[in-house]
T-cell receptor, first 111, second 114 residues
């Protein structure tokens, strides 16, 4: 099945710094989403982005489907950005809407 | 509008016991999902449903059963609980997938099987 790898696995930033999180996938995808899991375990959808670029405030994401990767940019990080960031993909082989999650990037933002 | 609600929040089971994890959404979403998250890992799809009466297996369905008799409810049944089922279980729902698909997650149920 499709493999999803995220990097880096862990990231520590000072408040105000910028960061780029990467998601590589091993096959073509139909759908791709980015999620944030806060330190209390709540999961929030950030972007639905199977291709192209989207921005939402300090966050933006770019997916280059032909090269099988997606990037999540966090600018001017805040302590509330701490948590784990997951990307999830699906494709015709795994089954449409049968999302496969990466193992995540654990981000800690220091005040 | 409560979104996606799950009960219970935490449960301890003995090996071999059974239980049902409840999930309800009030957003009239067609699609609903059950995931499990083991410590330090991403989520794995157990079952999903595209509408009332229609369910399908995900990546890790063994040991679980689901039903979808209404749009709102999507219970997950554990039969003969095993220590390997110790995990955090998340229910999610989404609008009909498309250009603006967004999955909304419940707060999770933490299950410990001893």
């Amino acid at each position: 099945g499709i493999q999803v790898e995220q990097s880096p696995p862990d990231l520590i930033l000072q408040e105000g710094a910028n960061s780029t999180l990467r998601c590589n996938f091993s096959d073509s995808v139909n759908n791709l989403q980015w999620f944030h899991q806060n330190p209390w375990g709540q999961l929030i959808n950030l972007f639905y982005i199977p291709s192209g670029t989207k921005q939402n405030g300090r966050l933006s994401a770019t997916t280059v489907a032909t090269e099988r990767y997606s990037l999540l940019y966090i600018s001017s990080s805040q302590t509330t950005d701490s948590g784990v960031y997951f990307c999830a993909v699906d494709n015709p082989t795994s089954g449409t809407y049968k999302y496969i999650f990466g193992t995540g990037t654990r981000l800690k933002v220091l005040a | 509008n409560a979104g996606v609600t799950q009960t219970p929040k935490f449960r301890i089971l003995k090996i071999g016991q059974s239980m049902t994890l409840q999930c309800t959404q009030d957003m009239n979403h067609n699609y609903m999902y059950w995931y499990r998250q083991d410590p330090g890992m991403g989520l794995k799809l157990i079952y999903y449903s595209v509408g009332a009466g229609i369910t399908d297996k995900g990546e890790v369905p063994n040991g679980y059963n689901v039903s979808r008799s209404t749009t709102e409810d999507f219970p997950l049944r554990l039969e003969l609980a095993a220590p390997s089922q110790t995990s955090v279980y998340f229910c999610a729902s989404s609008t009909r997938p498309g250009a603006k698909e967004t999955q909304y997650f419940g707060p999770g149920t933490r299950l410990l099987v001893l």
